[in-house]
């Protein structure tokens, strides 16, 4: 009888291991930049509508403490690509043209986990991972790549740069390629090549998920809006009431209904998993050019939540639970080990900082899988979150101090400012405005302990850590 069992029971395992091995779910990451907090309705926005994303919030699951690794451009992608803290992978700030590393090699990224198990995969949008060939994305997982190598900023027309002759301003910032494959397909992309990238995306998001209906994909659209310089289709010029940057979230939300209603259209929506967040905070300079935050405290650039705070989005209809919501902190680290879990793929060798948060999407528990997050920028270790307690460690940091920033594209200057040891309990207090170290001396004991423990492994501001990995180099 004994036998009989076990044989039955390993039946039901093969059988149950074969059903999920023929159908695992696609997964699509929509990752805006410079997108802020209170930039779409289902967080705040009212000047401009984003009936898609509303949509996508009522049916599926609002994560309201979700965090990526850092609040500049590579070293967020670094962290979501990758499953790890950036510090520890080596990509910082902002990759430029004169850069000469990206993405080492032998990182795993949510790419090439998903090539395990089959998938077509695809990139549209802005990379800023290494723009040499050996970085790009045809060289890490994906079978597809359309877009430009970094940010949309870098180009001769900088705000920076507008004053000088030609000559000189390609000095510093060369002409901005867009790039299919591996191959530059336009060497001088203009202002009018920009407004219609927003479409270009979308257009071959929609034919990718055409083309693989039949098969296991996984899509991501890293948007290069809504950075500056903001540029907007013809279909949504003026159609806002607030100005160009309503123009432009006006079309990433269509962006974003043309994808889903692709996966409604072709009946796979039941099995996809769709994630829309940013890879920061607004770029507060910039003033009516840039988003808000909303009640957060400062914006991109900075390791406060107005930095590295996002909405996110996660719509799985039958998974994910409809018009839901969770105030658990989770980050982009998570995705690659809550995909590995998923769709049945193998974590890499090396350490990764992120852990599957399958439950916290699904809506079966509200704990969270980590002890804490970790908050750097560049090397330094700024800040650390513990459930409802933020603590962050003496550091200067950039603000615009109350003052409104620039006008039309051209950015004001930051004021430099800094704080000292600092605890804020972020349940009652989201703007970071409140110290109340006096009061917890033994909670900030504990985060002092937990960020001596992370310094040995990730070292800080030249100190080294035992568990840093070199970037790729040229």
């Not at 089959?118 to 060289?139: D, I, M, V």
């Not at 494959?181 to 034919?207: A, F, M």
């Not at 998993?273 to 300079?285: A, E, K, Q």
């Not at 330094?380 to 933020?390: D, E, F, P, S, T």
Request: proline residues 7%; contains cysteine.
């Amino acid at each position: 009888m004994r036998m009989l069992f076990l044989m039955l029971a390993a039946w039901c395992s093969i059988s149950l291991s074969a059903k999920t091995d023929t159908n695992p779910p696609n997964v699509v990451v929509i990752f805006m930049d410079d997108m802020a907090y209170a930039d779409i309705g289902p967080f705040g926005a009212k000047n401009f509508p984003t009936p898609h994303l509303d949509r996508m919030a009522k049916e599926g699951r609002k994560f309201t403490d979700f965090y990526v690794t850092q609040a500049v451009c590579s070293a967020s992608r670094a962290g979501l690509l990758t499953g790890c803290y950036n510090v520890r992978v080596g990509i910082l700030g902002a990759l430029g043209p004169k850069s000469t590393h990206g993405i080492n090699s032998r990182e795993l990224t949510l790419a090439e986990l998903c090539k395990q198990r089959g998938y077509a995969t695809a990139c549209f949008g802005k990379w800023h991972l290494g723009h040499q060939k050996e970085f790009l994305p045809l060289q890490h997982g994906f079978d597809e790549y359309f877009g430009i190598p970094y940010s949309n900023d870098m180009w001769p027309y900088h705000p920076g740069v507008r004053h000088l002759p030609m000559a000189e301003r390609l000095k510093k910032w060369p002409h901005l390629p867009l790039i299919e494959g591996n191959q530059v397909i336009n060497p001088k992309v203009t202002g009018k090549d920009q407004e219609q990238i927003t479409t270009q995306l979308t257009e071959r998001s929609v034919r990718f998920i055409e083309k693989n209906k039949d098969k296991p994909f996984f899509l991501y659209v890293p948007h290069p809006m809504v950075h500056v310089p903001l540029y907007v289709s013809d279909k949504f010029k003026g159609k806002s009431k607030a100005g160009l940057f309503g123009d432009v979230m006006m079309e990433v939300d269509w962006s974003v209904g043309q994808i889903l209603e692709t996966l409604r259209k072709y009946k796979l929506d039941k099995n996809t998993l769709v994630i829309f967040t940013s890879d920061n905070g607004p770029w507060l300079s910039y003033g009516d050019h840039a988003g808000s935050a909303g009640p957060l405290r400062e914006g991109k650039g900075t390791m406060f939540d107005g930095g590295c705070r996002e909405s996110a989005l996660m719509w799985w209809p039958g998974t994910i639970p409809a018009g839901s919501e969770c105030p658990t902190p989770a980050m982009t680290i998570d995705l690659l080990p809550t995909v590995a879990e998923l769709i049945g793929a193998r974590l890499p060798r090396h350490p990764i900082d992120g852990k599957s948060i399958v439950h916290l999407l699904k809506g079966t528990s509200d704990t969270s899988p980590h002890e804490a997050y970790y908050f750097y920028y560049g090397r330094q270790l700024q800040a650390i979150r513990m459930g409802k307690w933020k603590l962050h460690f003496p550091h200067g940091y950039r603000t615009m101090a109350g003052r409104p920033g620039g006008t039309g594209g051209i950015p004001t200057r930051y004021s430099q400012a800094k704080i000292g040891l600092a605890l804020f309990d972020m349940e009652k207090d989201i703007g970071e405005t409140t110290d109340v170290k006096a009061k917890h001396p033994d909670i900030v004991k504990q985060l002092q302990a937990l960020g001596e423990k992370m310094r040995n492994e990730l070292g800080d501001n030249g100190r080294p850590g035992t568990g840093l990995r070199p970037p790729g180099q040229l």
